[in-house]
Nanobody
Framework: QVELVESGGDSVQAGGSLRLSCAASELTWRWYCFGWFRQAPGKEREEVAVIDSSGKIRYVSDAVETRFTISKDDAKQTLYLQLNSLEPEDTGIYYC?????????????????????WGQGTQVTVSL
């Protein structure tokens, strides 16, 4: 049973930083594309950043591209999202997800439904 477990969410003041982690188990790490997504209260889940199996960053949302960085540690089978210069608009539940792709690609932008596995989410709250 594939499991993704996020951690690192917290309540911070605007301008602060957090690092989110997503630990994966029971999957063949090198076969997967990984993404971070977030869902604000009353809004749809949105794609934040995506990284392919080789470590190439495939997508970063315009809203966060100068502030957030996606990365992964293959040895630890852990996905990360570094969040800097946080704004109240960044508040939401952050999810990691994985899509098994033997070809090294990732789902097309916006294809949130294509991701096979999801974590339970970690809450990020940013206040003024």
């Amino acid at each position: 049973q594939v499991e993704l477990v996020e951690s690192g969410g917290d309540s911070v003041q605007a301008g602060g930083s957090l690092r989110l982690s997503c630990a994966a188990s029971e999957l063949t790490w090198r076969w997967y594309c990984f993404g971070w997504f977030r869902q604000a209260p009353g809004k749809e889940r949105e794609e934040v950043a995506v990284i392919d199996s080789s470590g190439k960053i495939r997508y970063v949302s315009d809203a966060v591209e100068t502030r957030f960085t996606i990365s992964k540690d293959d040895a630890k089978q852990t996905l990360y999202l570094q969040l800097n210069s946080l704004e109240p608009e960044d508040t939401g539940i952050y999810y990691c997800a994985a899509d098994r792709r033997n070809d090294g690609n990732c789902p097309s932008r916006g294809r949130i439904d294509a991701y096979n596995y999801w974590g339970q989410g970690t809450q990020v709250t940013v206040s003024l």
